[in-house]
């Protein structure tokens, strides 16, 4: 019994020695931080020690996180502190929370329950003084308040209760005896006062803030949570980071004991992408060994606490997606669009997700605006997949009532169906006149920027219409192009230069002929690649025993389009008479061999995008039979049938007379 007094004594001891109450204030709490937000002093103290509770945590695990206060000294603190536990009466000093009086029985509680603003329960504080956890009560009850109203009623409340003599009165209250709350009740103070607009950088905030930090080791599976969704919108600061970096050490204590799945991801959403990497490890075998419990939020709330978190799973990531594609009617917009963005900040890839998604927003479209239609078109755009289902039922929205797109609506859809290179087929041209129609609409508003980017996208589809493209052209607006900005000059000087290549290679039916301004045509040197290694030594193999065929690597045509390969054979079942009398160029065959990234072919297909598809398409009319292989097919096969494949392309006529079509894994 001694031993265990002994302890007590040296705890309160060394509690306080460390510890400083902001209890005491000499001006107005509010007033006082809103003036001035700088930081007076940055004094930092050491918490010697962590309180002794039933807790199965370390007692060491915080002991070493620094505090910061903005404005008092630590000696000042100190004193404050001893002067306060002097005068407090016993049963307050006590820090056992059932010294405060429970809910159920409390005529205050029953009275704060029937406030209907932050301006009533302020009022009632004024009538009776409450306890340290009616202060907590109160402040939450206020923020549920505030959660119910409209913005404008939201405005309002919050000028009636920063005005009310009373808010100041009571959040002095709640620094005064802020160490004689629940760790738990912390966390909801805290979370309350930031909701409700109290400056982070005020006395109360940053008490409040230390205390939490103090006090770090009892915070229990919820507290954490509460805390953690706290400090996930709370602006950077020495005490939250200070908080930031005791809560790794608390979570990854915690971390077999937690058991509700929101709590874990809210715990990784704070600890953030400064995590170390062997905690991240933790938390993703944790989640895996949940995920049983996963609902359908959830899913979907893990794939962007993993973007939060800047940590890619393809474990967790296969077991969310799994849940989400066979709950997607379920979904609304706005959860849909934003799990896509989250698999592109992750390059999370995943065709069958992608397909299922692209079918059912195909599917109920006509229960969308378009705006929502072509913020999705944006995003699949961006991940690299070309979602089929969406993109027909789009075009006969368009077809149907093409007035109803906007400008930006129009320079989007442009810029996706060039990009992905779309095929529309027998509807093709209907919906391209559709667009056209829309873009002559606007031409009287459209910045020379927006045209030329809008003539550049119809380009790529080999569509030209005279009315921009002779807007575009005229010399006016070829001198305004001349004085853009540096920064976009390179971006500008490739696309001028694709459209002059457009208009002198597929040679369009105009109305009168149009070029490019060779003064508009700045220097522009396209950076190109080295030939595929794999490529190039099985291309050698393969044409090692041939006679009469040449081979030439990293070749450029018209100073922009680069050809891995062109090989030069002559022309197959010509005689050697022929041969003679024809032109070198008519009686050879020149193969031009593209060895195709990821990022220029579709995503889950070998279908080009929109560069590579016109590059191909300029080959053919510059006389070269393209022939278009992967870099992940040449990964992925195995070295006889990269060959075999290539033979197949390159001699047709020793395989049946006719070339394989482009494989799927190349």
């Not at 002093?41 to 020690?49: C, D, E, H, M, Y």
């Not at 996706?416 to 095929?423: A, E, H, K, Q, R």
């Not at 992967?630 to 990964?635: A, V």
Request: a negative charge; charged letters at 25%; proline letters at 6%.
């Amino acid at each position: 019994m001694s031993v265990r007094v002994t302890k007590e004594v040296v705890r309160w001891a060394l509690r306080f020695c460390s510890r400083g109450s902001l209890g005491h204030h000499r001006s107005p709490l509010l007033t006082a931080s809103i003036r001035d937000k700088s930081l007076h002093t940055q004094q930092s103290a050491l918490i010697l020690g962590a309180r002794q509770t039933q807790t199965p945590l370390s007692r060491s695990l915080v002991s070493a996180v620094r505090f910061y206060s903005q404005d008092r000294t630590h000696n000042e603190d100190s004193e404050e502190r001893e002067r306060l536990s002097s005068s407090l009466p016993a049963e307050v000093q006590s820090d056992d929370p059932a010294s405060s009086r429970p809910s159920w029985m409390s005529a205050f509680m029953d009275r704060l329950q029937g406030c209907g603003s932050p301006s009533d329960v302020l009022d009632l504080t004024c009538e009776h003084s409450p306890t340290p956890r009616e202060i907590s009560n109160c402040l939450t009850h206020m923020w549920s308040c505030m959660k119910k109203l409209t913005d404008e009623q939201r405005r309002y409340e919050l000028r009636l209760m920063f005005e009310h003599h009373a808010f100041d009165r009571l959040l002095q209250e709640a620094m005064k005896n802020v160490r004689l709350v629940h760790s738990e009740d912390l966390a909801y103070s805290l979370i309350s006062m930031i909701n409700l607009g109290v400056p982070q950088g005020s006395r109360v905030v940053q008490t409040f803030l230390r205390a939490c930090q103090e006090s770090l080791n009892d915070f229990d599976e919820k507290g954490l949570s509460i805390l953690a969704s706290c400090l996930e919108n709370m602006e950077p600061s020495p005490n939250v980071s200070a908080l930031k970096d005791g809560m790794r050490l608390v979570v990854e204590a915690q971390l077999p004991t937690i058991q509700s799945v929101m709590s874990l991801q809210t715990m990784m959403r704070v600890l953030g992408k400064d995590t170390p990497l062997h905690l991240k490890r933790k938390l993703e075998a944790k989640a895996v060994s949940m995920k049983d419990q996963f609902s359908l939020p959830n899913s979907l709330h893990m794939i962007s606490t993993m973007v939060t978190l800047g940590f890619h799973s393809k474990p967790l990531l296969d077991v969310c997606t799994n849940n989400i594609r066979e709950n997607l009617n379920g979904i609304p917009f706005s959860r849909l669009f934003k799990l896509l963005l989250s698999c592109r900040d992750l390059r999370y890839r995943d065709s069958d997700l992608f397909k299922d998604i692209s079918d059912y927003v195909a599917s109920v479209i006509y229960m969308w605006t378009n705006k929502q239609a072509v913020l999705f078109l944006f995003v699949f755009e961006s991940l690299g997949f070309c979602p089929d289902a969406l993109m027909e039922e789009f075009a006969e929205k368009v077809i149907a009532d093409p007035d109803a797109l906007t400008l930006k609506d129009l320079l989007c859809v442009l810029k996706v169906y060039s990009s992905l290179n779309y095929d529309l087929q027998h509807r093709r041209q209907q919906f391209l006149d559709s667009l056209c129609q829309v873009l002559e609409s606007y031409l009287p508003k459209m910045s020379r920027f927006e045209l030329l980017r809008a003539v550049f996208s119809l380009c790529i589809l080999g569509h030209f219409p005279s009315a921009p493209l002779e807007k575009l052209l005229k010399e006016s607006t070829v001198e305004q192009l001349q004085m853009t900005s540096p920064k976009f000059l390179e971006n500008q000087s490739r696309l001028l230069w694709m459209l002059d290549l457009c208009l002198r290679l597929d040679r369009p039916a105009l109305s009168r002929p149009l070029t490019v301004p060779s003064s508009s045509l700045v220097d522009y040197t396209p950076v190109h690649p080295s030939i595929n290694s794999v490529l190039s030594l099985c291309l050698r193999d393969v044409l090692g025993d041939e006679a009469d065929t040449i081979l030439e690597e990293e070749v450029v045509v018209e100073n922009m389009y680069f050809i891995d390969a062109v090989i030069t054979k002559p022309l197959p079942n010509q005689t050697p008479a022929t041969e003679a009398a024809s032109p070198p160029a008519e009686s050879s065959q020149r193969i031009a061999v593209l060895c195709a990234p990821p990022s220029a072919v579709c995503f889950g297909t070998s279908r080009p995008r929109g560069p590579l598809a016109v590059r191909i398409r300029h080959l053919r009319i510059l006389g070269y039979d393209p022939v278009m292989v992967t870099e992940q097919g040449l990964q992925f096969m195995s070295e006889e049938k990269r060959k075999e494949f290539l033979r197949e392309q390159i001699y047709p006529e020793h395989h049946g007379g006719q070339k394989q079509p482009e494989m799927e894994q190349l």
